[in-house]
Every structure is written in structure tokens, then in C-alpha cells.
């Protein structure tokens, strides 16, 4: 097994690609990329043997900004006999021992979409045959690698392992958030998410908790600052247009209709900056490093809206002009990371912290 398979969102398959390629040759592998538009997945072939295990134990799953889910895999298999898929599967997974999980998977695309019926049913018997063969053990183990079937179509497959500690928790790498009812519009999933991904699960309650305050520019109609008042928190909302009822008569929300690009807070301890505006991402990088250098925040999350040509090249750019605008004006222990997270469409999704390991 010397492929790497990795899942995106469709569409953005040239920014996947062109991500592993750099990634990959920063550790020192070599390889190429097969790829189709709006496949929703990217195969990257590596030319040394032990590479794509390799890259899968050392390039970290949550560095990388358009891949959702990764995993070490053979080459195709195609022609999957309709009576018995099976045994060429167990074959192509003889090498392995001891998985802790099985997933059997499809691409995010509509087409595929169709399989996932079948992917469940067939989980089954694969689960069965995979633990009889010693592919897998007896009981599911999350220390141990995960086994992974993809299902391009009812014949072909992919197939391979990811590492549990270095693999999403979550099937086709989607985390299955339901909208709340009470939140104003479905960008509260965008916020959500974000604060799911980046913030882990036994810190948020030092990082999420109530009581805190936070600022939300370009709020209206209140998407985000519903996520940050559901947990509690204390909430300037920036935006000239209006804010939902319900979350003004929470007592938590002070809406300031003012341009968010001018605005500065009141208050000089808060805690979150949240951002998702229509604007130029350039232009909301450098009001989130104008906010950073005048440190009006410690941790802030924020969406950059993409272009249609060259959007990994722009990410990347913006990304690296941050890092260096915050180290010339002397902040050294930043974080910044960046993700195309599922609720994102046409945009990622930011998280800079000013002061890591140093939380409130």
C-alpha cells in the first residue's frame, strides 16, 4: 500500500492536490496526484515504498486545510465480483492485523450519495470476514488503526488504515450536527463546528465557558453570536443590519450598528472575536491582525471568503502574511490554523490564539 487517499469537499480537489504535493515534499516524499473535478476525493501515489505510511504517521490530519480525512491505501480495485466483494477486499487487507474499527466509506458527491445504503449493509459481513481473518479485532479498539473501505461504485474500491491518533472521529471525516430550531440562520452550524474542530473537547470548558465576553462583527442576523450566547457568554454584536428578537431578549447581546471594520470594543477583556463577513479575504485578515496587535482578543475565529482561481495559492499567502504581520509587531506564541470545514462552502475557517496555554 503506497497511495494516499484523501476526502474533500467536491470541487476542491486541484487545492487538495496541490496541498499534499507541498505538504509531502516538506517531510522529504515524493510522488504524484490523481485527481478528477468534483470526484470529492485525491489520490496522491507515492514513488518509495513505506512513504504513504509514512505521510500518514507524520503530516498531521489537522494541518492539512482541504483534506478532511485521510488513510494509506492499494492501488484501485476494480471489477469487484457482484457475488462475493468479500474476498478480494480480506486479500487486499491481509496485511493488516488487529484494526480497531471499520468504516466503509463514499466520496461527498450526490452520485455517491446512492451507495451509502449499500455501504451499510455491506459493513456487516466485511466486519465479520475482516475479524475471522484477524484484520480486525474482536471488539473495537480507538487506539488501534482504523480499517477503511471507500466504495467509488458498487465494483471499485479503495482500501486501506489510517492511524486512530492521526485520522477524523468521524465517518467520510463529517461531523453530524443538527441546526438548532431557536438559531436565526444555518451559518450557527459554520460557528459550531469551528469551535468543535479547534477547541478540544477537555479544554472547552476553560475555552467555552459562561460568563466570558465576546465580539461578533458583521453579526446580523445573529448565526454566530447564537453559539456564543447558547454557551453562556456576554456579546457585543457588530452589524448595521438587524439582530433576531430572540437573542436580544436574552439579556446577553448588546448590538452596536456600526461598520465593523471601524468598530472598537468597549470593554478591553474579551475573550473570543468572532468574524464571518462578505468581504475581500485580505481585507479581514488585516482587521483580525489590526485586533491581534492591539490586543483586543485571545482567541478568535474567523471565515476568509475563497476566489474562484487560485484559492489554496490565496489561503496560503494570507496565512503566512498574518504569521509575519504578528511576529513583526512581537507576538511569538501564536497559533494559526486553518480548515475547509464541512459547513463551509466557499470559504475556511481561521482560529488564531494569541496566547495558547495560557487561557482564562
Not at 487538495?16 to 468534483?38: H, P
Not at 482500501?159 to 472521529?169: C, D, V
Not at 451559518?187 to 465576546?214: C, V, Y
Not at 494559526?336 to 459547513?343: A, D, E, S, V
Amino acid at each position: 500500500m503506497n497511495n494516499l487517499f484523501l476526502f474533500c469537499r467536491a470541487g476542491y480537489e486541484k487545492e487538495c492536490a496541490a496541498e499534499i504535493q507541498d505538504r509531502a515534499a516538506e517531510i522529504g516524499v515524493a510522488g504524484f496526484v490523481k485527481a478528477a473535478a468534483n470526484d470529492a476525493y485525491v489520490v496522491f501515489q507515492c514513488f518509495t515504498e513505506g512513504d504513504a505510511d509514512r505521510l500518514a504517521r507524520e503530516l498531521p490530519l489537522d494541518t492539512l486545510i482541504f483534506a478532511r480525512q485521510m488513510f494509506v491505501c492499494s492501488e484501485l480495485l476494480s471489477d469487484l465480483p457482484v457475488d462475493d466483494r468479500v474476498t478480494p477486499l480480506i486479500n487486499a487487507l491481509s496485511s493488516l492485523e488487529n484494526g480497531g474499527e471499520l468504516r466503509v466509506e463514499t466520496p461527498d458527491t450526490n452520485e455517491a450519495k446512492e451507495l451509502l445504503t449499500f455501504c451499510r449493509k455491506f459493513t456487516v459481513p466485511l466486519r465479520a470476514a475482516l475479524k475471522q481473518h484477524g484484520v480486525l479485532l474482536a471488539n473495537e479498539n480507538a487506539r488501534r488503526p482504523i480499517v477503511h473501505v471507500c466504495f467509488l461504485g458498487g465494483t471499485k474500491a479503495y482500501a486501506g488504515y489510517s492511524y486512530s491518533n492521526n485520522s477524523s472521529p468521524f465517518f467520510m471525516g463529517i461531523p453530524r450536527l443538527k441546526f438548532p430550531s431557536a438559531a436565526p440562520s444555518r451559518s450557527t452550524l459554520k460557528l459550531d463546528e469551528a469551535f468543535n474542530h479547534f477547541i478540544a473537547p477537555h479544554e472547552q470548558e476553560t475555552r467555552l465557558h459562561s460568563g466570558m465576553n465576546a465580539v461578533d462583527l458583521g453579526a446580523c442576523p445573529g448565526g454566530w453570536t447564537y453559539q456564543l450566547v447558547r454557551r453562556g457568554m456576554f456579546v457585543a454584536a457588530v452589524d448595521n443590519g438587524p439582530m433576531a428578537d430572540s437573542l436580544m431578549q436574552s439579556g446577553q447581546v448588546t448590538h452596536y450598528r456600526e461598520d465593523g471594520f471601524r468598530f472598537e470594543p468597549k470593554r478591553k477583556n474579551i475573550y473570543w472575536l468572532v468574524c464571518d463577513m462578505v468581504e475581500k479575504p485580505s481585507r479581514v485578515a488585516e482587521l483580525i491582525e489590526q485586533w491581534a496587535i492591539n490586543g483586543w482578543f485571545h482567541e478568535a475565529i474567523f471565515n476568509l471568503k475563497l476566489p474562484m482561481k487560485s484559492r489554496y495559492k490565496e489561503v496560503t499567502t494570507i496565512l503566512r502574511r498574518m504569521a509575519d504581520v504578528l511576529q513583526q509587531n512581537g507576538l511569538h506564541q501564536f497559533q494559526l490554523r486553518c480548515k475547509h470545514l464541512y459547513h463551509d462552502r466557499d470559504e475556511v475557517t481561521v482560529h488564531l490564539c494569541l496566547r495558547p496555554g495560557s487561557h482564562l
